[in-house]
């Protein structure tokens, strides 16, 4: 299994950004998905979960701001980020658990300017 991230880069706070995780195979295949986020001398912090069967759950400190979603029937699964603030900078991962096994994509660099 092979995990691309993409879509980060520079937005003003306030600012939206959505990010990709491109999977080489049927994401329904997966049993979940996840995104994460790494800032500078922090652990990597859980964002959003989407199980299989659509239910999404969130990281207080992103709810009502992030949306997390997958194109169905595809190998993509989306990270809407609406509200951007400069604690919101990060490099942005996405991960995949795939039977007991978790696979990581590249991270993409979110930058949040105030």
């Known amino acids: 299994v092979q995990l691309q991230a993409s879509g980060g880069g520079l937005v003003q706070a306030g600012g939206s950004l959505t990010l990709s995780c491109a999977a080489s195979t049927n994401i329904l295949t997966f049993n979940a998905m996840n995104w994460y986020r790494q800032s500078p001398g922090n652990q990597r912090e859980l964002l959003a979960t989407?199980?299989?069967?659509?239910?999404?759950t969130y990281r207080d400190s992103v709810k009502g701001r992030f949306t997390i979603f997958r194109d169905t029937g595809g190998n993509t699964v989306y990270l809407q980020m609406n509200s951007l603030k400069s604690e919101d900078t990060a490099v942005y991962y996405c991960?995949?658990?795939?039977?007991?096994?978790?696979?990581w994509g590249q991270g993409t660099q979110v930058t949040v300017s105030s």
């Open positions: 989407l199980t299989r069967s659509g239910d999404a």
């Open positions: 991960r995949a658990v795939h039977g007991s096994f978790p696979y």
